[in-house]
């Protein structure tokens, strides 16, 4: 419990000291007009209000990732719970922060014009390719698993598809909300309806963390029972760890969603507590989970420590999604009938919520690269209509296998977002002469994660497979 709270007080600490100091280094003018103002357009340039903004902004990136990411991640040990208060505070609140404000001084472009325009038209055409992969995978990702849930939920039809149970009628039924989501303005469907789901997503992080706070407290596990790495699976806690968590700590995923939201901003004044904000809520949500999933299965009679409780528990189910699974025994049995599906509603509306954010993401990627204008709905469905066929075409592949992939192009896009923010705070040093080596807050936390998605490339089972030394 002792570290549980530290680590929910540095998080909030953050948020009101570090946040701050990023927002002084980047240089706000609350006087400058956004393209809300100066591009309305009814479709994607639209003013909403900033708590909207906020919860809509938050639902987008808490989808799979802080819950799944920081459940795997706990794999590894308490070691996790310093991943993500740190990665939060010092890499994934600044790579937030960066690539929504910077998306607001250039015009509300998407992150391949924010990378391009610090790093290269070379590099630009890579980002916009890793970025629609990224995407088209996480889309997958985000249809795939809430459809399991609901599944599990219903219990209604599924396929059988190389040997693998593929839940049809949820995975249709999602695919068609995906479709409206993605071509509709963004305050018809989106804007109005988000900040709903966002509140039950908070509400389900709040009440697991009451009931483990009041009840299971003595059972959480501590960092001074050792940072060793606890993975039975032999596979090293550096680098890979750092990519498990994802969304917890950083994530590439992160900066395309930010233009979204940065093109419904009034002023830039609301900049920190939108897209840095946003960042240290998914951070407690993934603090939350990895101390439950930690906690859960600890057993006093057999004397299992939690975290040798959920290896156990993993090793029944091989195969299966076991992040699904903890949510589900978590949920049901801390929450009760009705908590449970709550919680495990809004486990279901983040990711659903996040996938088609993505999509409508990567149609604005197409569409800036076409420079095509998105008023006319044609225009949307002609864009879109390919991005839907490779997101169902990938649905019938190994969900593993989909999921180690865009981990890593995740934390690779998020590493190229830092080095453009880098470029950026650099040159805007050398202009006004504040804040003398200010570009340090993003350069620091961009080295990291290069040796961090280098190194997991190079040995990963889906990479090069190499010896660890």
């Not at 209604?156 to 409206?180: E, N």
Request: some cysteine; hydrophobic content about 55%; overall charge neutral.
């Amino acid at each position: 419990m002792i570290t549980f709270i530290i680590a929910l007080v540095l998080l909030i600490v953050g948020f009101f000291t570090y946040g701050v100091l990023v927002e002084r280094i980047f240089g706000i003018e609350p006087e400058r007009k956004t393209p809300a103002l100066t591009k309305t357009d009814g479709v994607d340039f639209v003013p909403m209000a900033p708590w909207r903004i906020f919860l809509v902004q938050f639902l987008n990136i808490a989808g799979l990732g802080p819950i799944f990411g920081a459940i795997m991640g706990i794999f590894y040990g308490p070691a996790a719970f310093l991943w993500i208060v740190f990665g939060t505070i010092f890499a994934g609140g600044v790579h937030d922060y960066l690539s929504g404000m910077l998306s607001i001084r250039k015009g509300g472009v998407s992150l391949p014009d924010i990378v391009g325009d610090e790093l290269g038209k070379g590099t630009k055409v890579f980002i916009r390719i890793l970025s629609l992969v990224l995407l088209i995978l996480l889309t997958t990702t985000f249809l795939s698993g809430p459809a399991t849930l609901l599944q599990g939920l219903a219990g209604l039809g599924s396929m059988d598809f190389h040997g693998h149970m593929i839940p049809i009628v949820w995975v249709l039924i999602i695919f068609g909300y995906y479709a409206l989501a993605t071509v509709l303005p963004v305050d018809k469907l989106i804007g109005r309806f988000y900040p709903i789901f966002g509140g039950i997503l908070l509400f389900m992080g709040l009440g697991i963390m009451v009931v483990m706070l009041g009840w299971h407290s003595s059972e959480m596990p501590e960092v001074f029972d050792g940072l060793q790495n606890r993975q039975t699976n032999g596979l090293p806690l550096f680098p890979m760890m750092f990519v498990s968590i994802a969304c917890g700590a950083i994530s590439g995923f992160h900066g395309t969603q930010s233009p979204i939201m940065a093109r419904c901003v009034t002023n830039e004044r609301q900049g920190r507590w939108i897209f840095y904000g946003a960042m240290v809520a998914e951070g407690i949500l993934a603090l939350i989970w990895a101390a439950a999933a930690g906690t859960f299965f600890a057993d006093p009679e057999t004397g299992l420590y939690g975290i040798d409780g959920l290896q156990t528990f993993a090793a029944k189910h091989p195969g299966e999604n076991i992040a699904a699974l903890v949510i589900d025994r978590v949920s049901r049995s801390w929450l009760g009938t009705i908590g449970g599906i709550l919680a495990i509603i809004g486990v279901i509306a983040a990711p659903i919520t996040s996938g088609d954010t993505a999509l409508r993401s990567a149609r604005l990627i197409v569409a800036d690269f076409l420079k095509w204008d998105q008023r006319p709905i044609p225009r949307r469905l002609i864009i879109a209509f390919p991005l839907f066929l490779c997101v169902f075409g990938m649905v019938f592949v190994d969900f593993n296998i989909v999921w180690r992939y865009f981990a890593w192009t995740n934390q690779t896009l998020a590493t190229f977002t830092l080095w453009a923010g880098t470029v950026w705070l650099y040159k805007k040093e050398k202009v006004d002469g504040k804040y003398k080596y200010g570009w340090l807050i993003a350069a620091i936390p961009a080295a990291f994660m290069t040796v961090v998605c280098i190194s997991y490339i190079l040995i990963a089972p889906e990479g090069f497979h190499l010896h660890l030394w």
